[in-house]
């Protein structure tokens, strides 16, 4: 394969990456080598299906590698050799971990074969498509073969649901209702593995300080605060809240914590484990458990939040309205004594409405700055492809060993399940529907809010200790909202909000 031809070839790939470039990993030399045996033998395999991959441009005749069939209704094989690299797992190099583009091109080129496929109802070209990427998945490889395995499930997943007879037999296992108690223990294993990840991404910690920053700069005149946490946020970060507000010259405010969230589990042992520290940092706190969930929260629940008329109050939300914009809502507006209007609209619409009436003094909203609300599945895929290496290559960059229990968890718990709702699902069964910051804004003008100043000083002092010395990690201010970037990409927005004078 001629490094030149390549070069060009790979041309619309790269083009997407957001600069500055991914570094390129040691397999990015020319070292090739043929298919090894077992590939081969599983290639062999799959002539049965009597197909073959079409090549399939990606933005012109030059810019992707020749994909051509060996001959007509022959098998879908390769015609370049694949690196060693795509088909065993490699060592991790931790901090010096780097992303091959040659494979990853390799991975978009198959990936959208599959897309291409289905939207022709190409069931047999998806599934050999679907092959091609197995050659490069594994659950326990690099972070890039771990997480082209869980969009190689989840593709597999969509394309199941087209096989209308196959997909309804097995539905009706895969929805056998679980017992209680083991759906109460698979609920509290993705709820401590999303945990887990806020307390091991520096990414997710890098929001979290920006988030800090922005409540201790609107409250450090105030002697009373109610922080409303509509579900998300990590104990850890209240936590360093607490440390903040304790070390307040003049001494800390009277907090008022309020968080939302239908585990009581959770509720209890973060309620303790805080009153514990405001106790030993002598900062007067009370905490206002309230069970239940932002997808669910009723009159009753958001007069249980306890907002007091005049009480300085601070609202936030993280990763967590992204789920409520598909969803609809009916909003029963009062006329006259015996007329009402109904309103229909998008949830997210109507739950920010009735924060706005709230008036808090701050509203923190923290999502990921990311486009995977496409109409068009490819360009989901596409995008979320990018998103979500990164943040399996940050594990490797913080080195959490592969074989961790808790990275493994994050991985299969919480990563691999968003990729599956984003790729598999759609209408109203898909809820992550993540968008980029710019996308909020006419959302959050129309609700009545406005940006609120806040100045980004001393935020990167407080990064956590692994985001600072490693300069892939940066917290910059664009559009007056906190973006944090790994590698050049902005991966989780951090905005600040209030009510708009009128």
Partial sequence: MASGNSTNKRKAVDQEEVPPPMPVAAFDQEEVSPLMPATQGRIAHHQG??????????????SAPNMT???AGGPSVWPVPLPLAMAAPVAATHQSQQLDKHRIAYIKIAMQQFVAAMDAANIVEASSALLTLSLFSSPNGDPIQ???SAFTAALGRRALGSLWGLSLALQHQIDQPPTAPAQALTANAV???????????????????????????????????HLVDLGGASPSQWLDLLRLLAARPGGPPALRLTVVSDQDSFLSGAGELLRQEAARLHVPFLFNPVRSCIDQLSGADIAALGVKPGQPLVVSSTLQLHRLIDATSTVVRSVTAEHTIHHVMPKVDALLQVLHMLSPKLFVVTEQDADHNCTGLWDRVRNAFDHYLVLFNDMEVCEVPRESPARVAVEQLVLRE??????????????????????????????????????????????????????????????????????????????VWRPRRR
Avoid at 49 to 62: A, D, H, I, Q
């Fill in 49 to 62: 299906f009597g197909t073959r991959l079409r090549r399939r441009e990606v933005g012109s005749t030059s």
């Fill in 69 to 71: 069939a060996t001959a």
């Fill in 146 to 148: 771990r997480v082209t």
């Fill in 191 to 225: 709820a401590d593995a999303r945990r887990v990840f806020h307390t091991m991404s520096p990414l997710l910690r890098g929001a979290a300080v920006a988030a800090n920053h922005a409540i201790f700069k609107a409250v450090e005149a105030e002697t009373t605060v």
């Fill in 418 to 495: 968003e990729i599956m709702d984003i790729v598999a699902r759609d209408g109203t069964a898909r809820r992550e529907r993540h968008e980029s910051m710019m996308r909020w804004f006419p959302r959050m003008h129309r609700a009545g809010f406005q940006l609120a100043p806040v100045s980004t000083d001393g935020v990167m002092e407080s990064l956590p200790g692994n985001a600072v010395v490693n300069p892939m990690y940066r917290v910059r201010k664009v559009n007056g909202c906190f973006l944090v970037y790994s590698c050049g990409t902005s991966m989780f927005a951090v905005s």
